[in-house]
């Protein structure tokens, strides 16, 4: 159980935008620490979408973008495509664990 | 463009260890401001942190697998690896490297994967 929790799955159909939650607590994201977002397509290594809460790397469509809030995170994505589907992380850092690199749960997003 | 590339038998047995090995080209492995990664999948599962290595050669390991896990760097390979001992089928799994930006108060994101190697236990 991760102390970052994501919805297990979301949908949308093509054209749509969706947002997937990430909710923390006082000693990670509340604490300040930065919120980071991975794209897992079905068979692929997991890649960098969002870091530092709401930034893109290179490459990134801008559909893509990410926000926090006190103990939580979204990500968000708008123009839906079937290229979208696949599994989405959050992660963060939490002081109060000894392990503090720490995965969400993590969400299937599928395009209806 | 960095690129790191795991190595290493892809059936292990029961009880034996684990040795991966992670190549990593574009980057030197020596520069600093990066954890050197181990990251693992187990099948339809969540990420699962095992442990990093920082280039002065500290170390972190997961509680959970601290008692059987070994990351090593040689940097004049610019290479580094995970060894897992005892393994059991629970350790089957596909195993990224990846490396990792460290901000200044420890926190971090992963900036760079491997393609990922999937390791199964089984005799």
């Known amino acids: 159980q991760s102390v970052l929790t994501q919805p297990p799955s979301v949908s949308g159909a093509p054209g749509q935008r969706v947002t997937i939650s990430c909710t923390g607590s006082?000693?990670?994201?509340?604490?300040?620490?930065?919120v980071h977002w991975y794209q897992q397509l079905p068979g692929t290594a997991p890649k960098l979408l969002i870091y530092g809460n709401s930034n893109r790397p290179s490459g990134v469509p801008d559909r893509f973008s990410g926000s926090k809030s006190g103990t939580s995170a979204s990500l968000a994505i708008t123009g839906l495509q079937a290229e979208d589907e696949a599994d989405y992380y959050c992660?963060?850092?939490?002081?109060?664990?000894?392990?503090?690199?720490?995965f969400g749960g993590g969400t299937k997003l599928t395009v209806l | 463009q960095v690129q790191l590339q795991e190595s290493g038998p892809g059936l292990v047995k029961p009880s034996q260890t684990l040795s991966l090995t992670c190549t990593v080209s574009g980057g030197s492995i020596s520069s600093g401001g990066y954890y050197w990664s181990w990251i693992r999948q187990h099948p339809g599962k969540g990420l699962e942190w095992i442990g990093y290595?920082?280039?002065?050669?500290?170390?972190y390991y997961n509680p959970s697998l601290k008692s059987r896990v070994t990351i090593s760097v040689d940097t004049s390979k610019n290479q580094f690896s995970l060894k897992l001992s005892s393994v059991t089928a629970a350790d089957t799994a596909v195993y990224y490297c990846a490396r990792a930006l460290r901000y200044y108060d420890s926190s971090g994101y992963v900036d760079y994967w491997g393609q990922g190697t999937l390791v199964t236990v089984s005799s």
């Open positions: 290595i920082y280039y002065s050669g500290s170390t």
């Open positions: 006082s000693s990670n994201i509340g604490a300040g620490y930065d």
């Open positions: 992660q963060s850092y939490d002081s109060s664990l000894s392990d503090p690199w720490v």
